[in-house]
């Protein structure tokens, strides 16, 4: 069993923000899969969908608490289905890595990412997978005042980067699974 969490904030404002790179990675493959819809689950403080690789259950969450408090939802789904951290891979934006990049760790710190910083706090460990996406614009000038840049929207040009950057974490998410 895998638990595969996208990391944002929920609410239609910010559907289409910087943020929310990992609960857009989340619903293209949960589409591009044919699972089940996101439905909410108010015990886990998640939208949840269940489907399958093989014989490996995969359930996906996007936690419904904001960023800054998602170790809430990860603990509690965690709890549930008895598994380790190990068994866990987040999908989170990054700032750090140019658009158009991804980088798979484990075990990494925090780098100032606070949805990040809530998993570590409730988990007591580091020791999940981490597929960071690239939210990083081309013009560093433009990064400004973090809170501002990842709270807005992603520009056109982006999102048809993001096509593309979503493709390749499906290719990811299927290696650690199958691994």
Known sequence: ?????????????YDHTRHNAGF????????KMDWPEFKEEKKFFA??????????????A?????????GTAVRALIDFYKIKPEQVIIIQDDKDIAIGKIKVQIG?????HNGIKSLISHLGTN??????????PTDPRQLGVTSYFVLH????????????????VVKELEKVVRS
């Open 127 to 136: 020791a999940f997978v981490r597929i960071r996406i690239g939210i990083a």
């Open 24 to 31: 857009m990675a989340l619903d293209f493959w949960q589409k």
């Open 62 to 70: 996007k936690p419904t608490t904001y960023m800054n408090d998602s």
């Open 153 to 168: 929207d992603f520009t056109h040009d982006e999102m048809l980067v993001l096509k593309n950057v979503f493709n390749n």
């Open 47 to 60: 939208l949840v969908a269940v489907g399958k690789i093989g014989r490996e259950k995969i359930v996906l």
């Open 108 to 112: 990494r710190s925090d780098a100032g």
């Open 1 to 13: 069993m895998r638990l595969v969490i996208g990391l944002g904030n929920p609410g239609k404002k």
